[in-house]
């Protein structure tokens, strides 16, 4: 398995299929685009901004998983940068280790931008997998994050 950095427009189909997938098991229409081309409109005003990446785990030539990443200020203390994952997928048929290997080059992608500080989500039916993996890099639950429209 190899992760790369998704390239565009080449990559746009995989990680349009990635969102909707993304889309679908958080179930929120009202909030999170469950269509296409609406999530097509909304993954381009992400990937305009210049501290914002996709990478995707490619498995035997097929595209597999991926991840999004924004790099910003950390809220709590301006002079640190914090890496936030933005959505993870892994589809069917991807390698266990799939999930790792992105979440290992998100670490990767936080020591290139100097975070010192990473932060990661967990979306059902992958909770179980990832609190698995984050609890072994060292990482704690903060918050459990809930989402409705006003």
């Given at each position: 398995?190899?992760v790369r950095e998704a390239a565009f427009p080449m990559d746009a189909e995989a990680v349009t299929a990635g969102a909707?997938?993304?889309?679908?098991?958080?179930?929120?229409?009202?909030?999170?685009?469950?269509?296409?081309?609406?999530?097509?409109?909304?993954?381009?005003?992400?990937?305009?901004?210049?501290?914002?990446?996709?990478?995707?785990?490619?498995?035997?030539?097929?595209?597999?998983?991926?991840?999004?990443?924004?790099?910003?200020?950390?809220?709590?203390?301006?002079?640190?940068?914090?890496?936030?994952?933005?959505?993870?997928?892994?589809?069917?048929?991807?390698?266990?280790?799939?999930?790792?290997?992105l979440i290992r080059t998100a670490d990767k992608r936080a020591r290139h931008w100097n975070a010192t500080i990473r932060?990661?989500?967990?979306?059902?039916?992958?909770?179980?997998?990832?609190?698995?993996?984050?609890?072994?890099?060292?990482?704690?639950?903060?918050?459990?994050?809930?989402?409705?429209?006003?």
């Open positions: 398995m190899i909707e997938d993304f889309a679908h098991h958080v179930d929120l229409p009202d909030i999170i685009p469950q269509d296409r081309a609406t999530l097509s409109v909304a993954l381009s005003h992400l990937l305009a901004l210049p501290s914002f990446e996709i990478w995707l785990a490619e498995h035997e030539g097929r595209t597999v998983g991926g991840i999004g990443l924004l790099f910003a200020p950390f809220q709590w203390d301006r002079g640190k940068i914090v890496m936030s994952e933005q959505f993870i997928w892994c589809g069917k048929g991807a390698p266990p280790t799939a999930f790792l290997a932060e990661y989500a967990s979306v059902p039916p992958y909770t179980e997998t990832l609190s698995s993996i984050y609890r072994r890099k060292g990482l704690k639950p903060v918050q459990q994050v809930w989402m409705g429209a006003a």
